[in-house]
């Protein structure tokens, strides 16, 4: 498992936190996120070979924004 901590755009309450968890657990190799709406991230464990560009479409999909660092 890698840990990574995604920094999304646009989260500001416990429905937005609830809409990210959720749509990043639907992607093939999630096993645990924590959204944290104070600093604007998602930490979550994942199999290595988790695409980056399907943990943005799920993000994108829910309504918020993957901020590329």
């Given at each position: 498992?890698?840990?990574?901590?995604?920094?999304?755009?646009?989260?500001?309450?416990?429905?937005?936190k609830?809409?990210?968890?959720?749509?990043?657990?639907?992607?093939?190799?999630?096993?645990?996120?924590?959204?944290?709406?104070?600093?604007?991230?998602?930490?979550?464990?994942?199999?290595?070979?988790?695409?980056?560009?399907?943990?943005?479409?799920?993000?994108?999909?829910a309504?918020?924004?993957?901020?590329?660092?």
């Amino acid at each position: 498992m890698a840990e990574l901590v995604l920094t999304v755009d646009g989260m500001t309450c416990g429905h937005c936190k609830s809409a990210v968890t959720s749509a990043l657990e639907s992607v093939d190799g999630v096993r645990r996120v924590d959204v944290d709406l104070v600093a604007g991230t998602a930490s979550l464990d994942a199999d290595p070979a988790v695409d980056r560009d399907a943990l943005a479409a799920a993000i994108d999909e829910a309504g918020y924004r993957l901020v590329e660092s």
